[in-house]
């Protein structure tokens, strides 16, 4: 006679391959001849905070992990603290399983999800993380976790991680009852900017062996090349787990482009291990000095803000990462760095408001990621020479895009009658954030000794 279903909850987990939860859950059911069901909660709490784009690209992985999995994928809507006990008691599960959340929100999720099972007698069995070395585990030699990344890179490597496995075999899909489906979901397509690539583990794979078969060899060199395909594309595969860290690190080849990939990995489980460390960095500064920093705010702020995030601000390298980002979800990195850089130094207004536009249009918007990476621009988060690092535009578009086709991709009219000339003076601008920054740190140390000194003060 078969035992009790297991349960499976996807989160950002959404593959078959290299899965231990998924492993751990089918090995579960298989010793008691029970079936497995799937399920993927939308959670309108966290969909409130994807825009469009990765609300529609969520739904085209969704599909094709409801297509790998025999059209068995069970959704519901809801808390999933009312959710996932409801369809464990529907189904007589004892035991929900889950790859691990490092996210604040995720883990708070956990907590009331696991107080919600156990009061019924139930279970969540959490095993593993979305990273090649989980949130926690990389410690200096003393115990402690690392504020700076080219050590916590040191640390992560001689760590290591396991070798990636297969695809469950000899499981039992079985689907639950869903009360909402993909089309429901689905976000109007009026609504979605970019045009979206090919979604699912499948399509992960395709850009991995693209990218091996190579663009990988010439990557320490052409990754900071817009004008290049020279990026492996995989960060919204890695933002949904279409695929694992771990596979890509087991397949990344030894010598300076592979160390130079391997470090931008590590950069991801960096920035997962500071917000796990600080959740309150998600939305705040890290560096004391971050709270003092004076930025500009009110209508010309705002027109300013405007024309930045339109891809009008007469620099054509950062108005054409801004076109890329509404034309296609996603931003080469480099130019991502330059068009925070410019908001904040040469415009400055927060970068907070400059992150919750990225979270609002990407694809590949993970809030470890993409607010960490803000601050290490904006000189408030984790960069050993905070603030003093500021792009210039012009110097970047000749090191970077040298015959100008990443701009004449995304900004044709450059260079033709129209074209609006630059609506700040980089120079001008470089040196009002520098004395900005001198005043925050003054205002820090005044702080620091007086504790009484709000930081909002001016």
Same mark, same amino acid.
């Given at each position: 006679m078969a035992g009790a279903p297991v349960m499976f909850w996807f989160r950002r987990d959404l593959r078959l391959t290299d899965h231990p939860a998924?492993?751990?859950?089918?090995? &579960? #059911?298989?010793?008691? !001849?029970?079936?497995?069901?799937?399920?993927?909660?939308?959670?309108?709490?966290?969909?409130?905070?994807? !825009?469009?784009?990765? /609300? #529609?690209?969520?739904?085209? *992985?969704?599909?094709?992990? +409801? &297509?790998?999995?025999?059209?068995?994928? *069970?959704?519901? /809507?809801? /808390?999933?603290?009312?959710?996932?006990? *409801?369809?464990a008691a529907e189904l007589g599960a004892v035991a929900v399983? #889950? *790859?691990?959340?490092?996210?604040?929100?995720?883990?708070?999720?956990? !907590?009331?999800v696991t107080d919600a099972l156990a009061a019924a007698g139930r279970v969540l069995r959490l095993v593993g993380s979305p990273y090649a070395v989980s949130p926690g585990r990389v410690l200096s030699g003393e115990g402690n976790p690392y504020r700076v990344f080219t050590p916590y890179r040191r640390a992560w490597a001689a760590h290591g991680w396991p070798e990636p496995t297969g695809r469950p075999a000899g499981a039992n899909w079985a689907r639950g009852t869903s009360d909402v489906t993909l089309a429901d979901i689905d976000p109007d397509p009026t609504t979605v900017t970019a045009t979206l690539p090919s979604a699912g583990e499948g399509a992960a794979a395709e850009l991995l062996d693209r990218f091996l078969a190579g663009p990988v060899d010439a990557y320490d060199e052409d990754r900071n090349r817009p004008d290049r395909p020279g990026t492996s594309r995989l960060s919204p595969h890695l933002r949904f787990g279409t695929i694992h860290p771990r596979q890509v690190l087991a397949r990344t080849p030894i010598g300076p482009s592979g160390d130079v990939f391997r470090s931008e990995l590590a950069w991801r489980d960096f920035y997962a291990d500071v917000l796990w460390r600080r959740p309150d960095s998600a939305w705040q500064s890290l560096s004391p000095t971050g709270a003092h920093l004076r930025c500009d705010t009110g209508p010309e702020a705002d027109a300013r803000f405007e024309a930045w995030a339109e891809g009008r601000t007469g620099y054509p390298l950062v108005d054409a990462g801004m076109r890329q980002l509404a034309a296609e979800g996603w931003m080469h990195n480099r130019v991502r760095m330059l068009a925070a850089s410019f908001l904040v130094k040469d415009l400055h207004i927060d970068w907070q408001r400059g992150a919750a536009l990225f979270m609002d249009l990407l694809i590949d918007g993970d809030l470890a990621s993409n607010n960490h990476g803000w601050q290490w621009v904006a000189g408030t988060g984790t960069d050993a020479a905070p603030f003093y690092r500021i792009f210039s535009p012009d110097r970047q578009a000749e090191r970077f895009d040298p015959d100008g086709a990443y701009v004449a991709r995304y900004v044709p009219e450059y260079g033709a009658f129209g074209y609006p000339a630059p609506i700040v003076d980089h120079a001008?601008?470089?040196?009002?954030?520098?004395? /900005?920054?001198?005043? #925050?740190?003054?205002?820090? =140390?005044?702080?620091? =000794? +007086?504790?009484?000194?709000?930081?909002?003060?001016?």
């Open positions: 998924l492993l751990a859950a089918v090995d &579960e #059911a298989r010793s008691s !001849g029970a079936a497995v069901v799937p399920l993927f909660v939308i959670d309108d709490g966290l969909m409130a905070t994807s !825009g469009p784009n990765r /609300r #529609a690209y969520l739904v085209r *992985t969704l599909a094709s992990l +409801d &297509e790998s999995l025999g059209g068995t994928l *069970t959704l519901r /809507r809801g /808390r999933p603290e009312d959710v996932v006990p *409801t369809v399983y #889950a *790859t691990g959340d490092c996210a604040p929100y995720g883990r708070r999720r956990d !907590g009331r001008v601008e470089r040196l009002d954030a520098l004395a /900005r920054w001198d005043e #925050a740190k003054t205002a820090a =140390a005044a702080a620091s =000794a +007086d504790p009484s000194v709000d930081p909002a003060s001016p």
